[in-house]
């Protein structure tokens, strides 16, 4: 890929469909595979991962929101696209767009019914999502007999499937949870099978479902940070690619003297002499105040160069006292050989939280060979 002559993220699709085959193969050939794009893939770019993911014959995708399934649409994407979390503000679009809603609660249930019929539906796919401990959305396992009694003698909806969620998935301190989990779900479809006369499929598993629970896959997966390339697992990590590569540049390198401070509030202040060089990225491009006073490193030239001082909206500053650059030298934050996972460990977050927030103002770019 050429130089980068200011802040990129660049993404790179092989590795997406590196990841994608990989997962698969810890699958039956026939389970379905849901991706997730929610919040910009992961803030990369959800079109394009999308678009790529449809020539690898995904079989749906998943959005948190409407507004998101209707960017897909606008973009051309066909799939099924399973919508997690919709407002019912938004349903009449929803149904205009041919998302497909996640139902998790009898009010939720009764609102998109009238919706439905309001707009004259007839067998309209819906997702019915159930709680079994996480705590988060869905239906109780009590809800069953209620959800038939609802749905009898009308048909403006159809159940095409029916999920839930682990809590601990990646941790396998809570195996017995996540077992326990696998269980009331299998007991719930079992019980909303019978009452309804037919059967949607199941699904379960997130990334690290997939890779600690195979087992319970049903009949389809969802995935999403493995996608891009992160396992939650630092052995995982080694079989999956980083999507998302952020790089930058340096501005300005400085000389600071002994007694000198660099940055809003003097927050470092130099004992001696050092060389701070002046990135154009900032928290208003993702990175967050917590990863400034030293906590995290960018590299420069294969070595490292410390956060130094506050971060500020739109610029940081690094020690690059120790090593050999120049002004307009490529600056690597994260991504191919310095992982996301790492970078965001250094400030006490997940890799989830640092790709989703880099904010659309960064360039993307594309490479798929
Ligand atoms: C975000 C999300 C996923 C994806 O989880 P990963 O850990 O990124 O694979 C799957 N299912 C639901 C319900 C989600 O909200």
Redesign the pocket.
């Known amino acids: 890929m050429d130089k980068v002559g200011e802040t990129t993220l660049e993404i790179d699709l092989s590795a997406l469909e590196h990841n994608f085959r990989y997962l698969k193969s810890k699958l039956l050939p026939e389970t379905k595979f849901?991706a997730?794009v929610?919040a910009f893939a992961?803030g990369s770019d959800m079109v394009a991962i999308a678009k790529k993911m449809e020539t690898l014959g995904v079989d749906y995708f998943?959005v948190?929101y409407v507004k998101e399934g209707v960017l897909l649409r606008d973009a051309g994407i066909m799939s099924p696209i399973l919508v997690?979390?919709p407002q019912p503000v938004n349903f009449g679009e929803l149904i205009d767009r041919c998302l497909e809603p996640?139902l998790y609660s009898q009010k939720i249930l009764k609102q998109f019914l009238k919706t439905a019929h309001q707009k004259k539906q007839k067998d309209y796919p819906v997702h019915l999502?159930f709680n079994t401990g996480l705590n988060r959305l869905g239906f109780w396992e009590t809800d069953a007999e209620h959800i038939s009694a609802q749905l009898a003698g009308r048909n403006e909806i159809k159940i095409k499937s029916i999920?839930s969620?682990l809590a601990a998935?990646?941790d396998l301190t809570e195996k017995e949870f996540s077992q326990m989990q696998i269980k009331t779900f299998e007991k719930i479809s079992a019980e909303l099978n019978q009452k309804l006369g037919y059967s949607p499929f199941r699904h379960m598993l997130?990334?690290?479902?997939?890779i600690n629970y195979p087992k319970a896959q049903f009949e389809m997966v969802?995935?999403?940070?493995?996608?891009?390339g992160y396992g939650?697992d630092a052995k995982e990590d080694q079989n999956l690619k980083p999507v998302a590569t952020l790089k930058t540049i340096i501005s300005q390198i400085h000389k600071i003297e002994p007694g000198e401070t660099v940055g809003y509030n003097r927050a470092f202040a130099s004992e001696d002499h050092r060389i701070s060089a002046t990135l154009p990225i900032g928290h208003a491009d993702g990175i967050g105040r917590q990863y400034g006073k030293g906590k995290a490193h960018v590299t420069i030239h294969g070595k490292k160069a410390p956060i130094i001082g506050n971060v500020c909206m739109d610029m940081i500053m690094v020690d690059v006292t120790d090593i050999d650059c120049q002004e307009g030298d490529e600056v690597l934050v994260f991504g191919e050989n310095a992982s996301a996972e790492q970078f965001a460990t250094l400030a006490n977050t997940i890799s989830?939280e640092i790709l989703t927030a880099i904010s659309q103002r960064v360039k993307r770019t594309y490479k798929d060979t």
């Open positions: 849901l997730v929610k992961y998943a948190a997690l979390h996640s999502k999920f969620h998935s990646e997130n990334t690290s479902g997939i969802r995935s999403g940070i493995g996608l891009y939650n989830y």
